[in-house]
């Protein structure tokens, strides 16, 4: 399994601010996921995180409003840009390790609330 | 979209096996079927996975059939801490579908 450390846990923002959310695994993994949870929704994938290059966008989700990092292979963030009251959701890092058969493993995400 | 249908929602006894059923009938022959859980509040929570194959672990068992439309998650004997949402995905094993789609998943609920 891999240990997953997500900052910060939760966080209430003013509209119009920014936040970057970070994501630390404790080990080398190939794949790193951002997923958006809305109040009483499933899980909506925002993009893949890739190492080295731009992330992959999900239909829906733009680079402006949801910039990505990840300088390597342990670590990416998340921010959510110009934040109105629609971005309040749980938002959720995921990683897997890379070839068939392996699963994929969440953080315990991070509760923005904005006001 | 996902490409999985669960029933909304199904409750159980505690200490009773809860059968969590899943249809997957546009199942392609490189894509696994997985089962990730998620009780309030925390993160989801991998439970088992499987190709074609019926699978067992120390949290749950998987029956897929052999056509592998559909399968089953069971839960041996239920507890109130079972008590989540429980989700049936199908992933493809590498490439650009490796990523997990989450549906609305099945809300189970046990009852003491």
């Known amino acids: 399994s891999a240990v997953i450390s997500q900052k910060p846990s939760r966080d209430i923002c003013q509209r119009g601010t920014s936040l970057t959310i970070q994501c630390q695994v404790d080990?080398?993994?190939?794949?790193m996921f951002w997923y958006r949870q809305q109040p009483g929704q499933s899980l909506t994938l925002i993009a893949t995180?890739?190492?080295?290059?731009?992330?992959?966008?999900e239909s829906g989700f733009v680079i402006d409003k949801f910039p990505i990092s990840r300088p390597n292979l342990t670590f990416s963030t998340l921010t959510v840009s110009n934040m109105s009251p629609e971005d309040s959701s749980i938002y959720l890092c995921?990683?897997?390790?890379?070839?068939?058969?392996?699963?994929?493993?969440f953080g315990q995400g991070t509760r923005l609330t904005v006001v | 979209d996902a490409k999985t249908t669960q029933p909304t929602s199904m409750d159980c006894a505690e200490g009773r096996a809860a059968n969590l059923p899943c249809n997957h009938s546009?199942?392609?022959?490189?894509?696994?079927v997985y089962w990730y859980r998620q009780i309030h509040s925390q993160g989801p929570q991998y439970i088992i996975h499987?190709?074609?194959n019926n699978e067992t672990n120390e949290m749950a068992s998987l029956i897929i059939t052999e056509d592998r439309k559909s399968s089953t998650l069971i839960l041996p004997h239920a507890t109130l801490r079972d008590t989540a949402v429980y989700y049936c995905?199908?992933?493809?094993?590498?490439?650009?579908?490796?990523?997990?789609?989450f549906g609305k998943g099945i809300t189970l609920s046990v009852r003491p």
């Open positions: 995921s990683v897997a390790r890379s070839g068939a058969n392996t699963e994929a493993f």
């Open positions: 080990s080398q993994v190939t794949m």
């Open positions: 995180a890739n190492q080295g290059s731009e992330a992959t966008y």
């Open positions: 546009t199942i392609s022959g490189n894509e696994y």
């Open positions: 499987g190709l074609k």
């Open positions: 995905i199908v992933r493809a094993s590498t490439g650009a579908n490796s990523k997990l789609t």
